[in-house]
């Protein structure tokens, strides 16, 4: 049984299945990661996205960024813990109220303190952990942090997509190829291998992260592969966006360019003047019809 065949089988068990990218991605791994996500999800797979790093504001237009979570939550039930660090006598009671839908839980801390705030409490569903998880554009498996727990995880098939030269080659499943000119390409190929469909908005995001890692495919480095996966992805809905910086325009004033000269408006600009008296006096002229 080759890599892909294992990957099909592992889909089609109908277990919770997670895509992570690690906390150092940019457009192009978050664009793949989501790609492959919402391809699963269109397939009906039990599927859900996380990452340690929070979505960046650069990667806000891609499609379905506002389902990358900060954990694996699954569609199978399971607890949700909500963990607060504790020092001794600090919390002094715990209690919770019902408002408007919501469950509020209250920690009253000592002499009205509490040594931790927000960013320190960590949410945890207890729900199976996922039969296939996979790692798209992370070199190292501790980059996913608290994402991944080694012993939740033992029996979890890893697949480890990615194009960096130090992609330290974890996994059950190594999909990593250096030469590849973007994550979203090799994930893009993956998709169409397992026989998934592409739709638009799986297209869009694949596309985005191509153009974003190819420089609108005019990087050197840019793969027979990015054009090829690029066609089928425009073909399944996606456009072309241009990614580059476009550099300001000069505001419309006293210069014009042409070629490496430059021209100052004011100072070629004609003036109308009138013209002197005798232009307009007519004059008639005599001509000879003698012939020699």
């Known amino acids: 049984m080759n890599n892909l065949d294992k990957v099909i089988e592992a889909l089609n068990k109908g277990e919770p299945i997670a895509v992570a990218v690690g906390q150092n991605y940019g457009l ?7 790609g492959l996500y919402l391809t699963l999800f269109d397939s009906g797979k039990d599927v859900s996205i996380a990452s340690p790093t929070s ?24 607890d949700l813990v909500v963990s607060f660090p504790y020092k001794n006598d600090e919390i002094d009671k715990v209690s919770y109220t019902l408002e408007e839908g919501f469950l509020n839980i ?19 569903n207890t729900s199976k952990a996922p039969s296939l998880l996979f790692v798209v554009g992370t070199p190292r498996i501790s980059d ?6 080694a012993e939740a995880m033992k029996d979890t098939m890893v697949v480890n997509i990615d194009n960096k030269p130090d992609n330290q080659g974890y996994g059950d499943v190594v999909v990593v190829s250096p030469t590849a ?13 397992l026989g998934l469909r592409l739709d638009p908005d799986s297209s869009q995001n694949l ?27 425009m073909r399944n ?17 006293e210069e014009r360019v042409v070629g490496e000269r430059t021209f100052d408006i004011k100072r070629v600009e004609r003036k109308v003047q009138n013209p002197p008296k005798e232009w307009l006096t007519p004059k008639i002229y005599k001509g000879s019809t003698n012939v020699e």
């Open 237 to 253: 809905g996606a456009r072309r966006n241009r990614t580059h910086t476009v550099q300001e325009e000069r505001p419309v004033a």
């Open 181 to 193: 000119s973007s994550v979203s390409e090799q994930v893009g190929d993956l998709i169409l291998g």
């Open 106 to 124: 209250i920690v009253k801390g000592k002499d009205e303190q509490l040594s931790f705030g927000e960013k320190d409490v960590i949410f945890k």
């Open 55 to 78: 979505p960046l504001v650069e990667v806000s237009n891609l499609v379905g960024i506002d389902k990358v979570k900060g954990n694996f939550v699954n569609g199978k039930g399971g």
């Open 207 to 233: 596309m985005s992260g191509i153009s974003y890692a190819t420089n609108d495919f005019a990087s050197d480095r840019t793969t027979p592969l990015a054009f090829e996966i690029a066609s089928i992805l």
């Open 144 to 149: 996913l942090g608290r994402l991944f727990d």
């Open 28 to 34: 192009d791994e978050i664009a793949a990661a989501l």
